[in-house]
């Protein structure tokens, strides 16, 4: 596991209907050992697009990656590619644990896209994503996070700013 790892900023652009800015990185990572233990994004809350072929990837695996990034800030994960009903459903009992949720935390919301194309889990991460439980103007941040597929990185760059343009 990386201390520190700078994600890459594409682009910023008005949020919908909302007078301040949204902001879209990508962290891409060769497996789930790379996560750093902190992300660098606006705000303190973001939503995690996490692009991802998870196929015969151990749920302790999985449960460690989504314990870091809901220690980093996320609260809203949208999830696309092989097993990503079964990486929703990890996140989600990790967050559920023993079934209480942490006084002074926002509400966890997750997604799952196995039937949608890369490029609608990206329109919904950038589109309809939005915390219940956190004002947008404090939640203006999408980070995609691309595991194992440099082609997917490319892929979901281009679609960000086709997307929010």
Same mark, same amino acid.
């Given at each position: 596991m990386t201390d520190h790892l700078r994600t890459r900023h594409i682009t910023s652009a008005p949020a919908f209907a909302s007078s301040y800015q949204k902001?879209?990185?990508?962290?891409?990572?060769? $497996?789930?050992? @790379?996560?750093?233990?902190?992300?660098?994004?606006? @705000? $303190?809350?973001?939503?995690?697009l996490i692009v991802w072929d998870a196929k015969g990837v151990s749920a302790d695996v999985i449960s460690q990656l989504a314990r870091q990034l809901i220690d980093a800030g996320c609260d809203y994960f949208c999830t696309w590619g092989g $097993?990503?009903?079964?990486? #929703?459903?990890i996140i989600?009992?990790?967050w559920v644990g023993d079934g209480t949720t942490p006084l002074g935390k926002?509400?966890?919301?997750?997604t799952w896209h196995d039937k949608d194309t890369?490029?609608?889990?990206?329109?919904?991460?950038v589109h309809h994503a939005l915390s219940m439980d956190i004002p947008e103007e404090e939640h203006p941040s999408v980070v995609?996070?691309?595991?194992?597929?440099? #082609?997917?990185?490319?892929?979901?760059e281009r679609l960000f700013l086709?997307?929010?343009?």
């Open positions: 902001e879209y990185y990508i962290l891409e990572i060769d $497996d789930p050992s @790379g996560l750093p233990k902190s992300i660098d994004v606006a @705000g $303190d809350y973001f939503t995690a $097993d990503c009903e079964r990486v #929703h459903d989600d009992a990790e926002p509400g966890l919301m997750t890369l490029d609608e889990a990206v329109d919904f991460a995609a996070i691309c595991i194992g597929a440099p #082609h997917w990185t490319a892929e979901v086709r997307k929010v343009s």
